[in-house]
């Protein structure tokens, strides 16, 4: 017996056509008044049946293909590529309490490179990053300031310490705040986010997710070498 939907509704298994159900029995005596007699007839109904679980499935394949491309166009967490070519400058408060800006305390007054870091210090990856980047610092560490924003406006200054303890990536950290907003201002929505930046401002590289450190000495290598 055909099985009714949630209309009521049944759909005859031989021709497929759909009716209330004190209709059905008319309609087989009406229309297929021989039922299924032949082993071809029975075939085909299989066949019927079997294509269309086949669209269904086919359906919601390409639905959900069609949903996963949307959402890689509209937000691609591991694009490296950058439109701005200047770093945008900003001002904050470090952790210690001292206002420096960009280009005011570090770029203008200086002829080293800035790798600036964009983290959290709940962001495992972050700090696994920080660790292999705390042996370069020791490295490059004279030739290229370091500096780092947490992204999370809730981080507390003791949070920040306890990462820097545990990562020892001993350089300037900061907080980012609503008002300055530094991390909307490089698009810098995901961690680890890193920017290397030339002394007149350029962004010359930028590199999202944790990575090895040779990939980092690299860029490194080739500014200093510019």
Request: proline share 3%.
């Amino acid at each position: 017996m055909a099985e009714q939907d949630n209309y009521g509704m049944v759909k005859c298994e031989l021709c497929g056509s759909r009716m209330k159900t004190s209709k059905l029995t008319e309609h087989m005596k009406n229309v297929h008044p021989k039922g299924v007699t032949t082993h071809e007839e029975r075939a085909k109904i299989q066949h019927r049946r079997a294509a269309g679980k086949n669209m269904a499935m086919y359906a919601v394949l390409v639905a959900i293909i069609v949903l996963v491309a949307a959402m890689v166009v509209i937000i691609d967490p591991f694009k490296e590529e950058t439109e701005m070519e200047y770093a945008p400058d900003w001002t904050l408060v470090d952790i210690g309490g001292v206002q420096r800006s960009l280009y005011r305390n570090y770029l203008d007054i200086s002829d080293k490179p800035v790798f600036l870091e964009f983290y959290m210090t709940n962001c495992g990856h972050c700090h696994s990053l920080a660790q292999k980047m705390a042996v370069l610092h020791d490295t490059y560490g004279n030739n290229i300031t370091f500096l780092s924003i947490t992204i999370d406006t809730r981080d507390t200054i003791s949070a920040v310490n306890n990462f820097i303890s545990s990562s020892g990536a001993d350089w300037t950290h900061f907080i980012d705040t609503p008002s300055e907003n530094v991390a909307a201002k490089y698009e810098a929505h995901f961690t680890p986010h890193s920017f290397l930046i030339a002394s007149d401002g350029k962004i010359v590289w930028t590199h999202l997710g944790d990575d090895s450190a040779a990939v980092f000495e690299e860029q490194f290598i080739k500014i200093l070498d510019d």
